[in-house]
Each structure stands twice: as structure tokens, then as C-alpha cells.
């Protein structure tokens, strides 16, 4: 058999409820698959227990159906992917790649987040430490397909980062990249306020010698005072009485053409025409939209 040649995916972390800004990223990722007859999975990124909203989960899940979204296969959920991350970890730890860090907050206080490798030659024990990933001191660079070349370097803008916190909690970038390898994901379309992860998980995928997907990185709907909407910024979760209206303003943020008869009709018939019309070359090219200018 061969490989099918679109697989996307739209991950949700149920912190929250989904707001227009998801709503954008899902519609994006969705309309990219289908209108080249791809697959379109779901996967919960349900990492972090304690910043878990209860009803979350259920309510992206509601929120997606009335939207009329249809996903392929199950659910997947990362709280159920524990052992797969432990296996990666444990074995990038035995080889020397990742190392257990017991630094506090405060000792890496004045470094910007940069982390400055105290414990890279130490010899810790992985218990009741963090696992940091050793990075090579090298230019990491992709060209998205809507953002175009972006290019980080790993140590000096990133420094050996987080894999497992201390707490014991998988960190986004190591379970992202498995997950997607192990769901054959060949397309990443998602906000582009994860676009400087990206070069972390090119070289996670380079170490475990996995394929490399394509990248599209929509702008990330941002409030008058340029963040990120959110539950802290009173952003309404999205109502189905709203959905064809913000069906429509989604299309229309991603540069897609809209028609007046679409007012009237139903969720499913807007995405059916969002997926006949697609155009990912008319995104903005962008990386923040502001809301109150999107009509
Ligand atoms: N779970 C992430 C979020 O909700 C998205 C991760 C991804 O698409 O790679 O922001
Ligand atoms: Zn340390």
C-alpha cells in the first residue's frame, strides 16, 4: 500500500474553550486536507492535567461537530501516549542526546528563557529532574508555505530545552513530533504563534530520523492590544447560533472569497464551498491579524 499523500491534523489543548483564533487554525488545516481529498485527523493535546479545563475536551468536541466539521479515524489523545514518549525519552537519555536537569527557576533567572547548560556534564539521575535535549549549535530553517523561509538558531536563540518536566509532565515539542510521525501526518497547518517551535521539532524529527511534513503557519488572530485571544482576553467560546456567521469571517481572515447567499446556509454547505474554493496561496501573509479589523 502506498502512503496517502495528505494527512493534517488539528490538535486542541483543552486549556479552553475553542475561540475564533481556533476556529481559524482548525478551518485552515481542514479545508487544506480536504480539498485535495486528504484525511483529517483530531488528536486532544491533553499534556497538562492541571491547566486542563473540566469540559473542555467535550466542548471542543461539540463546538467542532456543530461547526460541521467531520475528522477521519478516532480521536487520539496524548494522556493516552505516555508510554510512547517514555520509550523516545528513555532512550535519547541513554544515549547522551538528552540529560536530567535540576536547576531551579531562580538559578535561571536573567538568562531569557535561554537555558545556559549547567547541567549538561553533570551526570544527574533522571529522577525528580527535568530532561533537557542537548542542541547542536547549528541553524535550523524550513520554508512554510505561507510565512516562507524562517530560520532559528538552536543554541543561541533556544538552548537545550525542556522534554520532560520535572513534575513528570511530557513537554508540547517532544510529544507533537512523535504523535505526528506516528499518525503519518504529512501536513502541519496551525497558528503562527508556533512557528519558532518549529526548528526544535526539525531536529527532534532529524534525531529520531523522522520525515520531515510541510509546514503552513496561519496568522494567529490577535486582540487590539496585539495578544493572543484566549480565555484570559475575554474571548467568547464559539456559540452554534454563530456558526455560518463565523464560518464565514474565518474564510474571509484567510483571504478567501465569500458569497452573499452563504449568510443562509448551513455550516456544512459553508465548508463544502470553503473546500471547493480553497486557495492557501491567498493567505495573508502575516503573522498576527487583528480581530476587530476582520468583518
Ligand atoms: N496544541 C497546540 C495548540 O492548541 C497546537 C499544536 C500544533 O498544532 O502543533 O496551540
Ligand atoms: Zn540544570
Redesign the pocket.
Known sequence: MTAPSYIG?????PSGHLHFG?LV?ALASYLDARSVGGRWLLRM?DLDPPREMPGAQAAILDALERYGFEWDGELVRQSERHEAYAHVLNRLFSMGLAYACTCSRKQLEGYNGIYPGFCRNAGHSMDNAAIRIRVPELEYAFTDRVQGEFRQHLGRDVGDFVIRRRDGLYA?QLA?VLD?AAQGVTD?V??A??LD?TPRQLYLQELLGLSQPRYLHVPLIVQPDGHKLGKSYRSPPLTPEQATPLLLRALRALGQTTEQHLNDATPREVLDWGIAHWNAANIPRTLTLAEAQLR
Open positions: 491534523r488539528f490538535a486542541p489543548t481556533s487554525a493535546e508540547y507533537v505526528d502541519i496551525r497558528g504563534d508556533l517551535s
